[in-house]
Structures are given as structure tokens and as C-alpha cells.
């Protein structure tokens, strides 16, 4: 594009060294107009661009708009907007769980609706624009459209709003260290493995946000869409999305108007996070092969670390049922198993949507040839095949649960080339040159296939392209296997466990997720702890990163804070990419006192944790708590990433930082104790900022005044852990 065809199609022309880009004004020169209504809650739009603009240039434009209201209840309103004359507004547009007529009469909502400048309905012909306003707070606007752009084309629908204070969370997953997003700045929801600290994508795609106004008050907004995202901030503050290939969204605004309340809203919409077992608490060791695993397993029992399962990866597990030849793997197998259930711990297997390209599917999907492999979940037979294969494994040998690994789904089979984007187009890959794969709006400096298939794979069943379902193919290979392994078990005693790398809206309802691709640097250690508080926001709190990550050599120092942070969050494991040296107590001699040290905290806390998913799981009230979810008004808890609350009794304020022997703890209006030695914390009134010793033994921890948190001396095991007594710490 050049800047002539930019300037005439009504845009900015941005251009440096570097880039050259094409935005729209703020306000936008294009815009919609009411063009009719049937009553206050449906309304059609057409299009309308200034007189300078020339809207030939505009590609596959969506002239004709309808715009949708449902009063889901007194603090949740869906609002709709999909083109007119798509089918799309037939399914889009209808919530699901509609409320009744006779409920929706006796509702009284705590929010006004309203489209354009007017109070009521907007003048016919005049510009269009959303606004959702709280009543408890003098009428202030939460969503607001009237900056723009709001535009639907073939390509993309974008849409912005400008927010009532810059206090923006969620969103996410991304490569940020900060829980409070930065204004300006840039990136993209796309479910893919990440290797790098570029933001462009991560196995983790939520299109939700929560937003603290000035006053304490918050609200939540979700994007109920299956497609790719780009998301843009400014300093105004606004927030711009631009959805991928869709011409419609659903758009749901939570009213809290506590941050907590926003949750339970949220989550009674998309599902209570699903309860895990107790044992799933514990600490857990993956492992890539079956070398030294009988050493690891008795070694860790026999030096008393606590350690719950052990999990095979993908180099048997890839081929549900394991087809191990009679050799020394298949005795060490069979030894593995048996002294797992001989000590009391779990089997979990790693699982990933791949098959050997030897093996028979009885339904290779049309992209076979194009994805070496990789399964095609959304197909209709897909189910009878998992049904099949994880009857014999689980025949063969009974395992505790499954984690869904590389399910983005990755398809590394055939790198690009190192000039994808330098040079001019079209541009030589493995993926056909089309306005799928190479969209005609900016989506980052990656391709949106790399590391997956790509995005014009059609989907056989579905009649849909790959880039329409991608995002949604971790949820659905997680649907598909939670249902499978609970046909499978059924009339069983056996309690299980799901967690899966790439996650969605609606995730946590069926289990946690398995966070990989962490290096072993402080960065990523920081982003880790970001990603652990928003997947408690986005309903998924059985979150949990590879201790001292998945790849690299990381410092003793590193590791530590790494085994006290994870011990401290809901899952923990230890997990090693294939080649990378293992990290787990056994192995890495120099951390096992530490790492053992760390891991008894947690099984201490194991009932008090539990009995916080408990209630996350009933009610909506998170587990995993930015401090600000405690103290809203607190303007300095807004800011604040490095601590958080595990309930409402416990504040955690790890050291995420090299050589520092101290954690520096923000102390909000309350009076707090230290975990460990009891003592109550001396914090002056006007700072309370306090220099807290924390070493690598014993993390800054502390209890709140007013709470009482259950304790029991720890064991090797859950089971054995919870047959100590009870006490109580009160404070």
C-alpha cells in the first residue's frame, strides 16, 4: 500500500526507518449510521465516509451492519454486531442461556445502553456509536465506541473503546513482566509456542479484560470470538481490537463493581473453574524419557522430598497405545509403574495431538499432507479414535490424568526461511500466498502460521479454513479428551486431572494450564508470575510454569526463586524440553535441599489452598489474587505485580530478581504477620513499603490479621500428608 492509496482511503500515513504504516484518524473518517430499528435493542446500520474519501479502495467492506443488545442480568449485558445480511448474526447474535421474557421483566440492570449522543434511542441518519454506562456511578461510560474505528470488512472487524482509566488487565497471554498493561503498546492473541520475549503470541488465548476505574470500581469486558486478535493500546487510553476474518463479534461488559465481583459475573457466564482432585496439589516430575526415571522416582522418596506423580512425555505417550518393542524401555516401563503404585503416587501421561506418519488414522484429516501429522480435532470421528486409544492405554496401564502438551497445535516440520518478511511478495513459505496467511492487516512482525499449520488448511468436517478454529483447537482437543478418559473410567474410583497447554475461554471448566516454553532467565521467571495471576482472572487458576523452565541452564539462584514461586502457585511441576538437562530435586544435587524445603511449605498449606479452589469453583471468588482484588481503592495496588494474595488470608511478595536477599513488600492498610516466625509487621503509615529478608529457604509470606489458615506437618505424599492433624494458624 502506499501512502497516496492510505491518504485517499481516509487514513494516517506512518512512516520511519524501519516501517512504513497505514492507521485510521481518531476520530475515523469512516463511519456507521442508524439506518432503522425494530425497538431499543435492534438496530441496523449502514455505512457513511467523509467526502475526501475514496471507498473504492476499501476492500470487501461491510456496508450494512446489525446491532444486537441482551440483558443477561442485572450486571451482564451482551451487545452484538454482526453483518446484516450474514448468517453469521443467526448464531453470533443469540446468546446462549437467553433470558426468559418473564425473568428479563423482573430484572433491574444496573447499566444504560446507549447509541450515539442521545439519551435514548439515536436520531435516524446520525453517526453511530456504543456506550455502556454503570447507574451506581453517576452514569460513567465503561464502553465507548465514539472515537472509532468501527469498521467491518473481509478481512477484519475492528473496533475501539476508549477506557475510563488506564488501570487495564488481562488480555492475554503475553511476554509482558507487568500485570498492568503499558500504554502504548502492541500485540497479538494467537494461540502458538513461544521462544522468545516478543509478545507475538503465546499457548494461552483470552479476549477478556478487567478494567479498575479511578474510584476503585471495576468492570470486565469479554470478546466472545473464536478468532485471531490484534490488540492496540493507547495513551488516550483506548484499547483497539482488530479480529481477524469475522464479520461479527459478541461483546459481554461484567458491571462488578468490586474486581471480584467482575470474576463471578465472568465466570458464571463461561463456567466455574472445574475442582482438581487434591492430589494435583502436590509436586509433580515430567520427564521427556524413561533414562534414570527408577533412580529419580526411589531417589526423591528416599532423600524425602516431597513428590506426587511422575509424567512420561511425548516420546512414548505421542503413540497412545504405547508401542513399546520387548526391550529394556518396555522393563523399565513396567518397573516404573510398579513402584509408582508401590509409594502411593499418580501416573500422569503427557499427551500431544500428533501421530508417527507409520501409524493409521482411520480419519486423516484433508490438511495430512500439509501437517505432517497433526491431528485434526474438530473432525467428527476424532472422538472414536481417542475413545479407542485411550481405552487400551488406560487397559494397559491405569493412569491418574492427562496433560495436553504442543496442542496449539505445533507444526514445526518445515522451517521457514530467515527472510520471510524482507523480502518483497510474494513471499517463499511452506503456506500458499493469500490474504489468509499474509492478512492485509498488521498482525506483528511474525507470520501468523509460524510454529503451526497454516492458516488456509481447510477442516474437513467443518467446512471452515484452520485460521477460523485456531484458536479454539487446544480447547477442543481438551473437550474431547476430558470426555473420552471419562467414558473410559467411569465406574472407576480414580480422581482425574486435566491440564493443556494451549487454553480458551472456557478452559478452566474442564481443567488447568500447562505452561511451557519458559526459558530459564529472570524475565521469563517474571512473566511466568504475570501469567499465573491473569489465568486466575480468565477462570483457569490451575495454572503453573516449568520450574527453573523448560529449557536452558538456569543459576542456582534462579532456580531457587523459581521452586519458591512455584510452590506457591496452584500447579507445580518440573518439566524439560528433550535434550536439556532434568531440574528435579534428584537430579540437580545443589537445589535438593532448597527445592525440598520449598515443596514442604506448599504441602503444609495443601488444605488451605485446596479449600480456595473449592470456592473459586462454587462462587467465582479466585484463588490466585492481584493485590488490588483486596484492596481496590488502594491506588499503589494497582501497580503492583510481584505480590499477590493465595485467598483472602495469605500475601506472597517472591523474589524475582538476581542477588537479592530482600523482597520489597507493599503492606496495605491491614496488619499483617510473617509466616514463619510470627512476628507482626512493623510498616510506617505513610510509606508502608518494607525491606523484607527472604531467603531461598523461606519465601516473604505472610498472614493477614483476622484470618485463620488450616496446617499440617508435611509428608512425602498428599495422601500420607493429610493423615497428620490438623492445626490452625489465627492471626
Given amino acids: 500500500i502506499t501512502q497516496e492509496v492510505c491518504e485517499a482511503a481516509g487514513c494516517c500515513w506512518v512512516e520511519n526507518s524501519t516501517i512504513q504504516s497505514c492507521y485510521h484518524k481518531f476520530p475515523a473518517a469512516l463511519k456507521y449510521h442508524l439506518d432503522h430499528a425494530t425497538q431499543s435493542k435492534n438496530l441496523w446500520l449502514n455505512l457513511r465516509t467523509e467526502g475526501y474519501v475514496n471507498s473504492s479502495l476499501l476492500r470487501g467492506i461491510v456496508k450494512n451492519l446489525v446491532v444486537k443488545t441482551q440483558m443477561m442480568s442485572n450486571y451482564h449485558v451482551q451487545v452484538c454486531i454482526a453483518d446484516a445480511s450474514a448468517k453469521s448474526q443467526r448464531t453470533t447474535c443469540k446468546p446462549p442461556g437467553e433470558v426468559s421474557a418473564n425473568k428479563s421483566a423482573s430484572l433491574s440492570p444496573e447499566y444504560y445502553v446507549k447509541f450515539g449522543d442521545s439519551t435514548d434511542m439515536p436520531e435516524y441518519d446520525e453517526p453511530f456509536y456504543l456506550k455502556i454506562q454503570r447507574k451506581s456511578s453517576n452514569n460513567r461510560t465503561l464502553f465507548n465506541t465514539k472515537l472509532g474505528a468501527l469498521l467491518v470488512t473481509e478481512d477484519v472487524l475492528e473496533l475501539t473503546t476508549i477506557l475510563p482509566s488506564r488501570n ?71 484499547v483497539t481490537f482488530r479480529i481477524l476474518n469475522t464479520s461479527s463479534v ?10 471480584a465481583d467482575v470474576i463471578k459475573q465472568m465466570t458464571a457466564f463461561v463456567g466455574r473453574p472445574k475442582l ?41 505417550t505421542s503413540e497412545i497405545p504405547y508401542v513399546l518393542p520387548v526391550s529394556d524401555d518396555e522393563k523399565q516401563w513396567k518397573n516404573l509403574t510398579a513402584l509408582l503404585k508401590q509409594q502411593g503416587q499418580k501416573l ?47 487397559d494397559e496401564t491405569p493412569f491418574d490424568g492427562i496433560l495436553l502438551d504442543q496442542n496449539t497445535p505445533v507444526d514445526m516440520s518445515r522451517p521457514e526461511p530467515i527472510n520471510q518478511y524482507k523480502d518483497p511478495p510474494p513471499y517463499k513459505t511452506r503456506c500458499s500466498n493469500n490474504s489468509v496467511n499474509f492478512p492485509f492487516v498488521d498482525f506483528g512482525p511474525e507470520l501468523l502460521f509460524k510454529n503451526t ?51 480458551h475461554t472456557g478452559s478452566g471448566t474442564y481443567g488447568g494450564h500447562f505452561g511451557s516454553g519458559y526459558k530459564a532467565t529472570w524475565t521469563m521467571l517474571q512473566t511466568s508470575l504475570v501469567h499465573m495471576l491473569e489465568m486466575s482472572l480468565y477462570g483457569v487458576p490451575m495454572y503453573g510454569s516449568a520450574v527453573c523452565g523448560s529449557e536452558g541452564d538456569p543459576s542456582y539462584d534462579l532456580c531457587s526463586r523459581w521452586y519458591q514461586l512455584s510452590a506457591l502457585s496452584s500447579f507445580m511441576f518440573s518439566s524439560r524440553r528433550a535434550g536439556e538437562a532434568p531440574v528435579d530435586p534428584y537430579s540437580l ?48 495496588a494497582w501497580k503492583i505485580t510481584r505480590q499477590f494474595f ?47 529478608l527472604a531467603s531461598e529457604y523461606e519465601p516473604a ?27 490452625l494458624m489465627v492471626a
Avoid at 488465548?205 to 485471531?228: M, Q, R, W
Avoid at 480447547?475 to 473410559?488: D, F, I, P, R
Avoid at 511478595?653 to 509487621?681: E, G, W
Wanted: net charge positive; with cysteine; aromatic share 12%.
Fill in 250 to 259: 459478541s461483546i459481554h461488559v461484567f458491571l462488578g463493581p468490586t474486581p
Fill in 276 to 316: 482438581p482432585p487434591i492430589w494435583a496439589l502436590g509436586f509433580h516430575v515430567c520427564r521427556y524419557d524413561l533414562k534414570n526415571a527408577y533412580e529419580v522416582i526411589s531417589g526423591l522418596r528416599e532423600k524425602g522430598v516431597p513428590h506426587e506423580s511422575d509424567c512420561i512425555s511425548s516420546k512414548f
Fill in 453 to 503: 499449520v497454516c492458516m488456509d488448511v481447510p477442516h474437513r468436517d467443518t467446512a471452515a479454513l484452520h485460521y477460523a478454529l485456531h484458536n479454539m483447537y487446544g480447547l477442543k482437543n481438551t473437550q474431547v479428551v476430558t470426555k473420552s478418559v471419562a467414558n473410559v473410567t467411569k465406574n472407576k474410583s480414580r480422581q482425574m486431572f486435566f491440564a493443556s497447554m494451549s487454553t
Fill in 348 to 394: 500422569l501421561l503427557v499427551h500431544t495431538p500428533h501421530v508417527p506418519m507409520n501409524e493409521t488414522y482411520n480419519d486423516k484429516p484433508s490438511m495430512a499432507d500439509l501437517t505432517y501429522g497433526v491431528v485434526d480435532v474438530f473432525s467428527k470421528h476424532y472422538p472414536s479414535w481417542v475413545n479407542e486409544n485411550y481405552k487400551e492405554a488406560y
Fill in 589 to 636: 544435587t545443589y537445589m535438593r535441599d532448597v527445592a525440598r524445603h520449598n515443596i514442604q511449605i506448599r504441602y503444609t498449606l495443601l488444605d488451605y489452598m485446596h479449600t480456595q479452589l473449592m470456592l473459586f469453583s462454587a462462587d467465582g471468588e479466585p484463588f490466585l489474587r492481584p493485590v488490588f482484588f483486596e484492596y481496590p481503592t488502594d491506588r499503589t
Fill in 646 to 692: 493465595l485467598g483472602s488470608a495469605l500475601m506472597a511478595a517472591p523474589v524475582m530478581t538476581a542477588d537479592m536477599s530482600l523482597a520489597k513488600v507493599y503492606f496495605p492498610k491491614d496488619s499483617f504477620y510473617n509466616f514463619f516466625t510470627r512476628q507482626q509487621m512493623s510498616v510506617d503509615k505513610t510509606d508502608r513499603w518494607l525491606g523484607v
Fill in 168 to 238: 487495564l488487565y488481562g488480555l492475554g497471554l503475553t511476554s509482558s513482566t507487568s500485570l498492568r498493561h503499558t500504554m502504548s503498546s502492541k500485540w497479538t492473541l494467537l494461540n502458538r509456542i513461544s521462544f522468545g520475549d516478543d509478545g507475538n503470541g503465546w499457548p494461552g488465548v483470552h479476549p477478556f479484560y478487567l478494567c479498575v476505574e479511578n474510584d476503585g470500581k471495576a468492570h470486565g469486558v469479554l470478546l466472545d470470538t473464536k478468532s485471531i486478535i490484534h490488540v492496540e493500546t493507547t495513551r488516550y487510553p483506548t
Fill in 701 to 727: 509470606l505472610f498472614i493477614r490479621a483476622g484470618h485463620i489458615v488450616p496446617v499440617r506437618r508435611p509428608n512425602v505424599t498428599v495422601a500420607l500428608t493429610q493423615k497428620n492433624p490438623f492445626s
